[in-house]
């Protein structure tokens, strides 16, 4: 698979499958969860709810944003991590990034 892209109102998404380019994941209100999958980047957003991510390689940037909520990050690695948000957290715990992590309070 080269790309996905997926886009949900109201409920949870659970992605498993790896790609060589983009996965874009989008959802207004719900949770996402990314395991054991490797990508070009991740491109993860969620309005209210959480973004966990386990087990994840990519050979680029992982992107998350969630407005409120939280973002969870274990054991994965990447080129850089780029968050941002207005209320909520975020935990990172065994992440490796070569270059920088971005936090932006929106």
């Given at each position: ?67 409120t ?7 994965s ?26 936090r932006?309070?929106?």
């Open positions: 698979m080269i790309q996905v892209n997926i886009s949900l109102s109201t409920g949870d998404i659970n992605f498993f499958a790896s790609v060589s380019k983009l996965a874009k994941i989008k959802a207004i209100t719900g949770n996402i969860r990314v395991e054991n999958t490797s990508a070009g980047a991740l491109d993860l957003s969620v309005t209210t709810g959480k973004v966990t991510v386990s087990g994840a390689t990519c050979r680029d940037d992982i992107t998350v944003d969630v407005v909520g939280s973002a969870y990050l274990t054991d690695s990447c080129r850089s991590v780029i968050s941002s948000g207005i209320t909520g957290s975020i935990s990172l715990n065994n992440v490796i990034q070569e270059v920088r992590m971005d932006k309070n929106e």
